[in-house]
Nanobody, 123 residues
């Protein structure tokens, strides 16, 4: 069973960089044809797919946050990390990481996800 666990600060000041790490167990982030994603859901709003890093290391960021987003990985620790720069209170949300396979990627569907972590942007 694949398990994902997010970690990182729950409070970030405006203009700073939000950094969250997803630690994966029960499966390798380099396994062929799996994609490791970050999502967020602001209070009272819908789910937003931020981007992903593929098993190969290739990354993709969705346009709305692309200019401020970076996703990287540490294969030795089986972790991948989200960095979102220049945050504002609008970036306050529950953030979670998830695994998607190739068919799921096309359908925006994940098969495993972390429990999520609440991040508040406030001074």
């Amino acid at each position: 069973q694949v398990q994902l666990q997010e970690s990182g600060p729950g409070l970030v000041k405006p203009s700073q960089t939000l950094s969250l790490t997803c630690t994966v167990s029960g499966g390798s982030i380099t396994t062929y044809n799996y994609y490791w994603s970050w999502f967020r859901q602001p209070p009272g709003k819908g789910l937003e797919w931020i981007g992903y890093i593929a098993w190969s290391g290739i990354t993709y960021y969705f346009p709305s946050l692309k200019s401020r987003t970076s996703i990287s990985r540490d294969t030795s620790k089986n972790q991948f990390t989200l960095q979102l720069s220049s945050v504002t209170p609008e970036d306050t949300a529950v953030y979670f990481c998830a695994r998607m396979d190739a068919p799921g990627l096309l359908k925006s569907m994940y098969d495993y996800r972390g429990q999520g972590t609440e991040v508040t942007v406030s001074s």
